[in-house]
């Protein structure tokens, strides 16, 4: 290719990969203002749905419940669905090839989260518009393809949704690039860029939105507040704990009733009961934090604020109400931190405390809960636009994250996919090699022995061929054991049985690299038998063989992620 030929590819590839984010982006940001705006419109349908302690408040919330129960629970039938999906998948499609993103999945999961939000139920928004996007990028994918890679194709869908939901653009990519990418590349920034202005563009010129949050500017002196922020990050770190823990232990609970109809219809029951009586933690739960901002609730009612909302998502989330978890945590932050604020007052601190603390906290238990720190101290830094903010909320979030990924896990999406047997604390390259195969190795073939023959037999043979090992293996080729060339010397006159290797070392057509690895860690000698699932000898390879392979991925890896 000629300097001029470069020249014009270069040119083209930077105009489809501005059209590919801007459309990515417009898309994204339609999707993720209409599933916010939209769920709030038809929660505010709800007749008396602000009514306290109201038997009619109660039935009538029951009723719009139970109907959006059996309606998610007849669009997963319908679809045959075993699961939702949410961002966990998202982040999986994100680093593994072999996990292709179901894009139809993606949007029929989006659905059953908006009908769950549109009536009230104690679900997020962020995680099934952060899907969402995704699965808006995976069907722009299909229609414009391009050199881009599909997992980028993700983050861009996942920095639009987040960019428009905050009308955050920078905490946009700085999210999708250290929730999902998992690295930072140069290759991936310019569509993630495109992407997050353009929603944020669109959220603004199209739909008018702002920061979701009221947020008022305070002046504050540091050393004055750090013994706070210290408290808020130690509690938040053992509140997002206990919302994540809790959340699993319920969903495995009701996993286990295999009675899915009865557990929805419990859910929507609970539901109905807790916020009835705390009216509070119904739907999305923007309006209630921006109370939370301006210290309007008691002590003792914030108290019971922070308790209900706990139980009423992790009996909604866990019992088949499906929707995000973002948004809770971001809501329990909120709730602990205003409490800690209001404490602080009551010792003499300015009342300017609360709206601080209450910013700190919804930073602090959201980075635990979704594994994004820094994105989440920049949203702080966006939504705020204070220096100030942000420096106190990144002291509180680094405290929380390293507590609650040491005594839990890097995110709630982490620990849904190490039940589901993918490790991403590993990283990408571990991944990979627990998906390759050993038979997707160059297996030698071998010459092998009966088990009649002499150890003097197998000695000729093994000079002849320049080897040091032999296999032995009986009618059907199934291996019965390993003859090494000096075990063999010191039997000549024996058949090969006894100079078989005590415990050898075996490999499996169906043993992941990662496994082969370990194998060879621990093995001496010439080259490892490879056996099928029936125990017949295949071949074999040796430590430079397994090693070339996981050498193999490791490069690719980082030449991705090097550029």
């Not at 391009?146 to 990519?173: D, H, K, M, Q």
Request: glycine residues 8%.
């Amino acid at each position: 290719m000629n300097k001029n030929e470069a020249r014009d590819s270069l040119w083209i590839s930077l105009l489809l990969i501005v059209i590919v984010g801007m459309v990515i982006g417009t898309l994204g940001g339609i999707a993720a203002n209409g599933f916010v705006i939209g769920a709030k419109f038809f929660f505010e349908l709800i007749p008396v749905s602000g009514e306290a302690r109201d038997p009619l408040s109660f039935g009538i919330h029951w009723a719009v419940l139970v109907g959006a129960a059996l309606l998610i629970l007849s669009l997963k039938r319908w679809a045959k669905l075993p699961r939702w999906h949410g961002p966990a998948d998202t982040i999986l499609s994100a680093q593994l090839s072999t996990e292709p993103f179901q894009t139809k999945t993606g949007f029929l999961s989006t659905t059953a989260a908006f009908i769950s939000a549109s009536a009230g139920a104690s679900v997020g928004q962020y995680g099934p518009v952060l899907h969402f996007g995704a699965s808006v990028a995976s069907g722009v994918r299909k229609l414009i393809p391009t050199r881009i890679s599909s997992e980028v194709y993700l983050a861009a869908g996942v920095a639009a949704a987040i960019s428009a939901g905050f009308n955050a653009p920078i905490a946009g990519v700085i999210f999708a690039s250290e929730a999902v990418l998992r690295h930072f590349s140069v290759r991936a920034l310019a569509p993630l860029a495109v992407a997050s202005i353009t929603a944020a563009a669109v959220t603004n010129l199209l739909f008018n939105r702002g920061s979701p949050y009221e947020i008022m500017p305070v002046d504050f002196l540091m050393h004055e507040t750090i013994p706070l922020l210290l408290i808020v990050a130690l509690a938040s770190a053992g509140t997002a704990i206990v919302f994540m823990s809790s959340l699993l232990k319920v969903v495995a609970w009701s996993g286990r009733q295999g009675n899915e109809l009865a557990i929805i219809l419990l859910s929507a029951t609970l539901m109905a009961v807790i916020g009835t009586l705390v009216p509070e933690v119904f739907g999305l739960g923007s309006d209630t934090i921006n109370l939370f901002f301006a210290n309007a609730f008691l002590l003792d009612y914030l108290m019971i604020i922070l308790i209900a909302k706990l139980c009423a998502s992790v009996l909604c989330l866990g019992m088949g109400l499906f929707g995000g978890v973002f948004s809770p945590a971001i809501f329990l932050g909120a709730c602990l931190g205003s409490i800690v604020g209001v404490v602080a007052t009551y010792l003499g601190y300015d009342p300017s405390i609360v709206p601080l603390m209450t910013v700190v906290g919804m930073a602090c238990v959201a980075s635990s809960v979704v594994g994004a720190p820094i994105a989440i101290v920049l949203i702080v830094f966006e939504l705020t636009q204070s220096y100030q903010y942000a420096v106190a909320a990144i002291f509180s979030v680094a405290i929380c994250s390293l507590i609650s990924t040491r005594l839990y896990g890097y995110s709630y999406f982490d620990r849904q996919l190490l039940l589901r047997g993918f490790n991403l604390k590993l990283g990408r390259e571990y991944l990979i090699l627990d998906q390759l195969k050993v038979d997707g190795l160059d297996i030698r073939p071998v010459e092998s022995f009966s088990a009649d023959a002499l150890c003097s037999e197998i000695v000729t043979s093994l000079r002849d061929l320049g080897n040091t090992e032999a296999y032995v293996t009986d009618h059907e080729q199934k291996l019965l054991g390993v003859v090494s060339l000096t075990n063999a010397l010191r039997y000549p006159n024996e058949q090969a049985a006894a100079a078989f290797i005590e415990a050898p070392s075996i490999l499996e057509l169906k043993f992941s690299l990662r496994d082969a690895m370990e194998v060879a860690r621990s093995f001496i000698g010439e080259a490892i038998p490879v056996l099928d699932e029936r125990g017949v000898l295949c071949g074999c390879l040796s430590e430079g063989d397994i090693l070339g392979g996981v050498l193999s991925v490791q490069e690719e890896v980082k030449s991705y992620e090097r550029n």
